[in-house]
């Protein structure tokens, strides 16, 4: 079925569709990619979108997959650990791993989209067409409907399979569910929080103003600030609050004067780092924090979802790129089977990895009251130094959760949850029983967590009845 | 703010609907009730529709706030215990509770649902209007798109309030999804499995042909047959099945030949009790099965999402039109309070009520995987009989998580999910671990279940860092 001029039609232009048109133009098929917004190599169109985001084994694989992993790496800033900040200003480094090749890194959106798109149009089977929007998909038809930003009119393309990574708001994935031609299973389920992005500049002389190598944060139980550093000096700071929950929310920051009082009580540190907090804060806008989930993503052997408009997730994992990459490198792997269609192909891919993409969005959730609330516990911090110790000891026998899901890209992320969540109920439980003394050698301790991971993992499969 | 007068305005009639009718009629409020339907005193309109039902606890509580318990009762059929067949036709019956005053009904839709129509009428305040359907709500201006029926004439209805009890489907909640706003967190979550109904006639003297105070079950694994009495001496009977897994499934079942060859395999003893299958079997839908949830219910001050509009389960606790009804009493509790507004008794209706919407939708699939599966597993009878002896002898010391939701309708379903769960958890891991022996003393074994379930939820607990 799938010999090389089969036509594949692709819905945005984003960090997942340049991607997949650069991965399916290099194995030979003729791919056009149909992108709504402008050529961002061309136009500044950062604004509302996430201007820096993490990256990390999980994303890098796909780069090797493609073969740019040294130009990705030139646009990288290692990030070692967390560097958390409490309201008198004081610092606290909490590395992300206990050993020392274990990182991640803060990379522009911007940058990395425009590499990849021109990547992808050094192959000549590749076609991007930018400023043209997807209005609806008919998946039976395999046709799609688009409108000419400029012109304003509106064309039909069609092709012999259509992939959809047109974004958390897809057109395909909207025609899915108001077709209603089959069970379509979908949530959008948004956080009471919001988020709005600050800037910290540099310094005069194009120093960075805090520690560069961390992702900072803020942690404040209901609501945190985080900044993740960027190349030219300064960081891309981000505060996530409840919209009309708590003394001070999204809702009622609505004076200069009550936003400088807010930081100054909860933020002084990071107040003193952007005076021009307040013209940023009304300039720029507050979005909402949703998950996506849905299923199936393909329909027959038309149409497929993948990225964030199969599986959109709240950024708190720093995952959300890094695992609409591995979609790719997931596909590209069902590509190699040669199956006998693309409904097998497409259900093989959807089959393996919708599993993950579930896993990672609750994660992510997970992640959230880890970072704003968890991270400033003693028993949490604790957790975390003895895994730091075990990491840094037995590095080929243990890895954390956050280890597992963010530097094991060997394992899929649902093993990883299910292992992390029991090792974080292990250690916690153990330490607060009193079952764990920190003095102790730490083999004794690695042997005590692991047998009480085990107790539990064995505990739940027993309950599943399996 | 709310003056008798108020004019609320209620979208369908059904078993909700007709209750919220009914009870605030009685507490004097202006009622009108619009129905898509024809009236279903009048005409059969059963088809497609669950004909039977599970009534219980909760939804009695409600019986007994307008007043009607007695005349629901004489529509019932008490269910003491599920009737499990086996492949071999032998039967087992395990009751629901060691307690014998708690027991499940059998109830039909349409009978209830007519009385309490006829109840709600008797209130010179309250009107029910039949085939209008509608539309779409504008929940900025409290005001409803209706058409009807047989005219086709569109017609707009305004009130002080909009409650929709629309079902499933509820055109009010579509409004809100594609209105687009708030932030609206939706789901519909479809199992891969659908349901048909059969029927198991009664005997030519009217007698019913299998035991009649029971809910029969004919657990295979992936898939099962249940059946509900009804009054007239016949069973409702529901086939859950895959809709294209396994060997059988919907979309391979399309000859006679085949089906009959499924049922004699799989079911020979109800194949003998429907000599009528085949004929039903095609002559009755594929329905599916779905679970809906979302998030906020109500808008403002002007409209609210009750019963199925809000939260549709999958039938498999028997608590759908519990937990329906439920809602009503909830809402009136809401109302005693006489808050300042109708936004503040929505929103603390809304607070209170969705945490425990989400857990009996939990619960149901939870019991999917029960009945069709693990009630044949030699582990699960153990567990059900140790908790029978344990709330047969200890009646104020132990009920099981099916009790808790069941028949403790003063605990809400969240507290009996988090209870219930930790239990099986508890009786499960201690059966298997060879820690309880069956023939100890029944206290012995209470109280290692009941510090084993303490022991489960501080661990949890701590695990959530509280």
């Known amino acids: 079925m799938k010999e090389k001029q ?119 089977n590749v076609s991007i067409y930018f400023n043209k929007k997807c209005k609806s998909v008919d998946f039976k038809k395999t046709t799609a409907l688009f409108q000419d930003y400029k012109t304003k009119d509106e064309f039909v393309e069609d092709a012999d399979i ?99 009082e807010f930081f100054l009580k909860e933020f002084p540190d990071a107040l003193t780092l952007m005076p021009n907090l307040v013209n940023y804060f009304f300039k720029n806008p507050t979005s909402p924090l949703g998950t996506v989930k849905c299923y199936p993503w393909h329909y027959k052997g038309n149409t497929l979802l993948m990225g964030d408009a199969a599986h959109a ?8 790129m890094n695992a609409s990459f591995e979609d790719v490198v997931e596909f590209d792997k069902v590509l190699d089977k040669n199956l006998e269609s693309w409904e097998a192909t497409f259900n093989t891919y959807e089959k393996t990895r919708k599993k993950d993409t579930d896993a ?10 880890e970072m704003k609330d968890h991270v400033a516990k003693t028993v949490f911090q604790e957790k975390r130094k003895l895994e730091m110790a075990l990491e840094e000891n037995f590095p080929n026998e243990y890895s954390s959760k956050y ?22 109920k292990a250690i916690l439980n153990l330490l607060s029983d009193g079952k764990i003394d920190l003095k102790e050698d ?14 539990i993992l064995e505990d739940d499969r027993i309950v599943r009845l399996k």
Chains 1, 2 share one sequence.
């Open 6 to 124: 089969q036509n594949i039609l692709i819905i945005g232009a984003g960090l997942c569709g340049s991607l997949l048109a650069l991965r399916l133009g290099q194995r030979g098929y003729n791919v056009a990619v149909y992108e709504m917004r402008p050529d961002l190599r061309k136009v500044d169109i950062s604004a509302g979108r996430s201007i820096n985001l993490a990256f990390s084994n999980r994303g890098n694989k796909a780069m090797k997959l493609v073969g740019i992993e040294d130009k990705v790496k030139a646009l990288c800033i290692p990030m070692n650990g967390r560097m958390i900040h409490d309201k008198k200003g004081n610092t606290y480094l909490s590395n992300y791993s206990g050993r020392k090749h274990e990182y991640i890194n803060s990379i522009s959106r911007g940058e990395l989209n425009g590499l990849l798109l021109t990547e992808a149009e050094k192959h000549k």
């Open 162 to 260: 259509i992939i959809a990574t047109d974004g958390a708001g897809s057109a395909m994935r909207k025609s899915y569910y108001l077709g209603k031609k089959f069970l379509f299973s979908f949530s959008q389920d948004y956080l009471t929080h919001g988020y709005k992005e600050l800037t910290i500049l540099p310094k005069k002389n194009g120093d960075y103003k805090i520690y560069k190598n961390a992702l900072h944060i803020w942690p404040r139980g209901s609501f945190m600030l985080i900044a993740l550093p960027n190349l030219d000096g300064s960081f891309t700071v981000t505060l996530f609050l409840s919209y009309d929950e708590g003394e001070y929310n999204f809702n009622n920051l609505t004076t200069e004067k009550k936003v400088l």
């Open 313 to 320: 997730i709240v950024p708190f994992y720093g995952q959300g």
């Open 360 to 369: 990672i969005a609750d994660l992510a959730i997970d992640n959230f009251h």
């Open 403 to 424: 280890a597992l899901v963010t530097f094991n890209e060997d394992i899929g992320y649902r093993e990883a949850m299910l292992k992390g969540r029991a090792q974080d």
């Open 442 to 455: 730490l083999k004794i301790i690695l042997k005590k967590v692991k047998q009480e991971t085990e107790a």
